[in-house]
Each structure stands twice: as C-alpha cells, then as structure tokens.
C-alpha cells in the first residue's frame, strides 16, 4: 500500500515547459539554480522557466547542457545501489512504468530523487515501504523504454514502438475481472477470450512481430484504455476477441468479424479474419458486419477487427468452445490472419 504522505507531481505542473525537472522543492530560488547547475541541467521552479537565470552557464555550455538534458529522465541513487537492485516493469494499458529501488533507508526520498527532462511525463509519485522505493511515472502516452545505470544514476529514456518495431499489433481479450461477457452454464466469454488470447501469445511469441496484450490475466481494462493503447503506439492492427451468442435462436452458428465501417483498411482486415479463423475451425463464414456501435471498434483509429469465434448459445459449438483443442485452432487461425494481413500489407 502507498504510503499516504507519497509525493504527488500534477500533470498540470508537467507541462509548463517542456524541460522540467522534479527536484529541491523545498528550497529558495538562490538554492535552487545553485543546485540545477550543480546537476548540469536546465531546470524550472515553481513552474517558471530558470533558463535566463542560470549566467553561471555560458552560452554554448546551456545549449550543449539543454539537448542532453532533453534526452532522459534522470533518478540520482544511493552510492550503496547496484543495478540488480534495481526492477523496472512497464504497465502499458496504464501508460505507467515503475522503479522498484531495492536496499534502500529513509533517507534515500527526502530528497526527491527525480531529475531531468521528459515532456512524456504526466504525473510522477514516489514512497518508501520495507527498505524499498518506489518510483511510478505516469506517461502522457504509450512507450517503451531505455534504461542504464551510470555511476551514481538511472537513465531513461521513453521512445515510441514504432521507432523500434517494424510490425506492432494490440490483442484484446473481451470482457474480464467483474464483466463476464456472454455465459452458459457457467462457462464465461471472458474465460475463453483469454484462454484463446494467451494460446495466441505462444504463436505470436515465436514470431518478428511486437505484440501488447490489454490484458493477460483477468482483469477489465476500460473500453478507452483498450482501444487507446493500439492508437497511441500507432500500431499496426488491433484485434478483439469475443464469443457470441443468440438469444432467439440456437441455431446460430459459425465465425465472424465486425469492423469500423468508415476506414477501408478495418473492412479489409476484418474480412482476413473472418476467412481465416473460420477455416482453421472449420466453422461457418458469417463473413463481417458493421460494427460502428461498439466503441473500442468505432474509436479505434488502426485496422480493427472484433473476432466472434463462435457461438455459446449454438450446443454443438458451446461443447467447442469448451475444448482446449479448439480455442487452439482459433488461435492458429487469428496468428494466420495477422501474417495474410503483412503479406497482403506488402504487396501493396
């Protein structure tokens, strides 16, 4: 549990400038540009810009101390830290990267230990507990990261996927934690999609592509942080997993994609899907549909397709739903999906 007194950096602090530093809060304006250039970097105080202020600084030595501070997000560490100390863990639904800082005393986070500059920063909190520190910077985006210790401090440095990453691709599972989705007999869609998802992931995994997941255990992220996460990276495809159902009729069968009607790209992925997941199953071909009412389709500024492998309602396909042996072959046949769509890509 986080410490109640946890310091609490408001994004509005954030982005006053675009070099901002978190550190010597507590000091007088003197004391502070004594200690910005003691750091060699440009700073602010109390959310105005100490550039002007800092003569010490020759010309050519700011300019040359602003485009490395731009660089990276600076956490000064005790003398005593070793890099395996040190955890870091990236929560990209949540946009947040956390520091876990290892063997660490209570004198360690007196001093903010933040330093540097990153306009991807949107709020940032620290606190202590049972000799460790913990770091959360809450990011204005998605991002992957860079981070190496040196001397007596951690770099990092936040770059987009698509900088690094030919081929990225966002799989939803539907529904999760307290929203179960379409059920029979106990049997939940949000247990299925994830069963189908994390077979999916032993695929992918094997694969060049770079693949984020909105969830991997059973929890709900919100409909925006799903289809926010394959918008912010800029990604490639966008897929959702689901399950259907047929109040009216349990004859209803078979495998279909629904897909924002408005972007061409989403037709034409949603129609690769439909053709491949229902001939790895060997299931009905609905063919796809219009699925502007649902948000995380209608939202989604990527290629989008929102899978309904089967139906529950339908006995003979609910008994293959049930089946480890055919939520594997839906897997097979969303992974052949996403390589007919980058071969298809290419040819273009």
Known sequence: MKDPHAHLLAAASVIVCSIVVFAFFGASKEEFV?????????????????????EALADEKRAEVEAEVKKYLRVYLPDNIKESDIEISADYVNRILNIVISNVDEEYLKTPPIVGSCNHIADVSWWAESGKAYIELHLDGVYEYEAVCEGNQLKVKFISPKEIYDKVVVIDAGHGGSQPGTNRNNVLE????????????????????????????????????RVQLANQMDADYFVSVHINADERSRDSSGTEALYYTEDERSREFAQICADQVSA????????????????IVRSSKVPVALIEVGFL???????????????????????????????SKEKA
């Open 313 to 343: 309602s339908n006995n003979a396909e609910f008994n293959l739903l049930c089946s480890d042996a055919y939520k594997k072959k839906a897997a097979e046949g969303i992974y052949n999906a996403i390589l007919k769509a980058y071969e």
């Open 280 to 295: 790895s199953l060997n299931s009905k071909n609905r063919g796809i549909t219009n699925g502007d009412s649902i948000y």
């Open 190 to 225: 949000k247990d299925i999609t994830l069963d189908i998802v994390l077979y999916l992931k032993e695929l992918l995994d094997k694969s060049d592509i770079r693949v984020y997941y909105t969830r991997e255990d059973d929890s709900n992220p919100s409909f925006d942080d």
């Open 34 to 54: 004594t200690f910005a250039e003691t750091r060699e970097t440009i700073s602010t105080f109390a959310g105005v810009s100490l550039y002007d202020n800092l």
